[in-house]
Structure formats: structure tokens, C-alpha cells
């Protein structure tokens, strides 16, 4: 079936750094979604993207669908303690079904000791 | 509070036992999913029932049993289950026919003894 190549699989940080994430897909989706998992709940949405090229922030958080379609990357500046915990892409496929969401593996942001 | 609650939060149950879990929203939505969510993987897709009719039905066990009766309330019926089925089950609804993402419930982590 469909992947999503999520990476880094994890990453430490130190509080005020930038942090950058990707997902890259072999095929073409129209919708890409980046969440945020905290332990012990459920992912919660933080950006959507819909259109090629499109670049959309949420505070520190900055977006972009990219221009071939086939990727998207999330970055955090100047993060903080809150900002650790997983971060997943997901997508949806061209033509795919309703509810048929492709999620990545996530990347786990941790502070660094 | 993210307007899907889900109940319970922790369950444990034997290979021979029938339990079922809850979500509920109340957001309006009339789309809801079950996801599954286990460690190092991706999250799966399990159901996904539009206006109370199940549209889609990846490919899960028939020991997974979800039951929709409006478009507020969705269960998952679990009858023998193996210890591989352990996981975080989460909810997620969404406005039928958008592709806005979805809001998620915290989940039910499940172990299956």
C-alpha cells in the first residue's frame, strides 16, 4: 500500500533552536496535515495544506506542501520544552476514499539532556 | 477537552472476554473513524461510517465489531482477542465530504492478556 517517509524518526532539541521535519511519498496526494501527539492522548491537528506550493504558518509553526506534491515539511523556530512530543504527516492520496488518511511514523522531538 | 471523548481510557481484558469501547462527539460532525495505533507503526485506518453507514472496512478481523447508531456515537464491539491486538484505539469524526482533518479523541490504550 502507500507510504509515508516520515524523518528524522526522532530528534532531540535544546529550548530556542529550529527544528525541521519532512514526509515524502512516492505518489501524489492533494491534501497534506501535519499533528502533534502528546503522551497518553490523541493526535491533535496543527496545519493543513491543500494546494501545491502552499506555505501556512500556526505561530512557530511553519508548513509547506510541496510543489511536486509528493512532499511536505514542518518546521518549529525557536522551540520550547512544551513543543516535545511526536509529530505526524499524513496525507491524502489523489482519488483516495474519504476517512483514508495515510498517516507517516512520526517524528519524536525530546529535549536534549 | 477536544469535543471527541472517549471511554474508557484504559482497558484490559482476557482472550475470551467481550468488552466494547465508546466514543462519542459533539461537534456536528457526520463522518467517524476508528484508527488503531500501535508502537512503531503507523496509524491504520480500521472503519470509517459517513451519516451511520460504514463506508469502509480496511481490511480488520471480524473479532473487531464497530457499531454506529447515529452520527454522535460510535463503538467498537471486541470479542476473542489476541495479545497482538494491544494498542491505543482512537476515534477521529470529521465534516462528511472535507478534507479539513480530523479531530481525535485521546483514545483507549488496550492490552490484551
Known amino acids: 500500500g502507500q507510504q509515508l517517509n516520515q524523518s528524522p524518526q526522532s530528534m532531540f532539541i535544546q529550548e530556542g533552536e529550529d527544528v525541521s521535519m519532512n514526509c515524502t511519498s512516492s505518489?501524489?496526494?492533494?491534501?497534506w496535515l501535519w499533528y502533534k501527539q502528546d503522551p497518553g492522548e490523541g493526535p491533535v491537528l496543527l496545519i493543513a495544506l491543500y494546494k501545491a506550493g502552499e506555505l501556512t504558518s500556526n505561530g512557530r509553526l511553519t508548513a509547506q506542501f510541496g510543489i511536486t506534491r509528493k512532499d511536505s515539511f514542518l518546521n518549529i523556530s525557536a522551540s520550547i520544552p512544551s513543543d516535545v512530543g511526536i509529530y505526524f504527516c499524513?496525507?491524502?492520496?489523489?482519488?483516495?476514499?474519504?476517512?483514508?488518511?495515510?498517516f507517516g511514523k512520526g517524528t519524536k522531538l525530546s529535549v536534549k539532556p | 477537552e477536544t469535543g471527541v471523548t472517549q471511554t474508557p481510557r484504559h482497558l484490559v481484558m482476557g482472550m475470551t472476554n467481550k468488552k466494547s469501547l465508546k466514543c462519542e462527539q459533539h461537534?456536528?460532525?457526520?463522518?467517524m473513524y476508528w484508527y488503531k495505533q500501535s508502537a512503531k507503526k503507523p496509524l491504520e485506518l480500521m472503519f470509517v461510517y459517513n451519516f451511520k453507514e460504514q463506508t469502509e472496512n480496511n481490511s480488520v478481523p471480524s473479532r473487531f465489531s464497530p457499531e454506529c447508531p447515529n452520527s454522535s456515537h460510535l463503538f467498537l464491539h471486541l470479542h476473542t482477542l489476541q495479545p497482538e491486538d494491544s494498542a491505543l484505539y482512537l476515534c477521529?469524526?470529521?465534516?462528511?465530504?472535507?478534507?479539513?482533518?480530523?479531530?481525535f479523541g485521546s483514545g483507549t490504550r488496550l492490552t490484551v492478556v
Open positions: 505518489s501524489i496526494f492533494n491534501t
Open positions: 477521529a469524526s470529521s465534516p462528511l465530504g472535507e478534507n479539513y482533518g480530523y479531530t
Open positions: 461537534l456536528g460532525h457526520n463522518a
Open positions: 499524513a496525507g491524502q492520496p489523489l482519488g483516495g476514499s474519504q476517512g483514508n488518511l495515510i
